[in-house]
């Protein structure tokens, strides 16, 4: 098992445009989410999903879009890139909402 | 405000020397804390959940344990490569800013 899988794990984006951020688990987890891990913020949770076709927003949701297809994807979406979204991302899924996570190994993002 | 704080930021042991990590939170209606480890460029790598006052868990050289207000890892013995950075995550939503240990051999 490949557990949670995040591509790319380095990008440079200008400032406007937009990317992709894709996670895929192979666990058949219910639960997935996103998060930006920013020094001396901690992780903050930017999106997450309880199951194909349902998702929420976290802390964070400002600037991001998120949809949940199929069980094993759950993609981020930025739609027009801001310097403040400098950030390291991390996916993550669970069993179910509020048991442990799996992380993914992240995607490091520049925006200039 | 529901909030994590973790003590101290940072943390450097001589292997064999003892410590604890401190989280505290404020958020109410607690349904689980979590201890991850996470090691420079990497995710996180779940080490403990905790969901009730008095609970403990142990792993290794860790042990987990809580209160009502805040949960402490107690590293015994550490070695080198316990270092790395400690995270703990109330409901899987809160996190706290981490504590980075370096165990010296």
């Known amino acids: 098992n490949a557990g949670v899988t995040q591509t790319p794990k380095f990008q440079v984006l200008k400032t406007g445009q937009s990317m992709t951020l894709q996670c895929a688990q192979d666990?058949?987890?219910?639960?997935m989410s996103w998060y930006r891990q920013d020094p001396g913020m901690g992780l903050r949770l930017i999106h997450y999903s309880v199951g194909a076709g349902i998702t929420d927003q976290g802390e964070v949701p400002n600037g991001y879009n998120v949809s949940r297809s199929t069980t094993e994807d759950f993609p981020l979406r930025l739609l027009s890139a801001a310097p403040s979204q400098t950030s390291v991302y991390f996916c993550a899924s669970s069993y179910r909402k509020g048991a442990e996570a799996f992380f993914g190994q992240g995607t490091r993002l520049t925006v200039v | 405000e529901d909030q994590v704080t973790q003590s101290p930021e940072a943390l450097r042991l001589q292997e064999g020397e003892s410590s604890s990590l401190n989280c505290s939170y404020t958020v109410s209606g607690l349904r689980g804390l979590f201890w991850y480890r996470q090691d420079p460029g990497k995710g996180p790598e779940f080490l403990f959940t905790?969901?009730?006052a008095g609970e403990e868990k142990e792993k290794e050289r860790l042990k987990a344990t809580l209160t009502k207000k805040e949960s402490f890892l107690h590293i015994t013995a550490p070695k080198p490569e316990d270092s790395a950075t400690y995270l703990c995550?109330?409901?899987?939503?809160?996190f706290g800013t981490g504590t980075s240990l370096t165990v010296i051999p």
């Open positions: 995550a109330v409901d899987q939503f809160y």
């Open positions: 666990m058949n987890h219910e639960y």
């Open positions: 905790l969901y009730s």
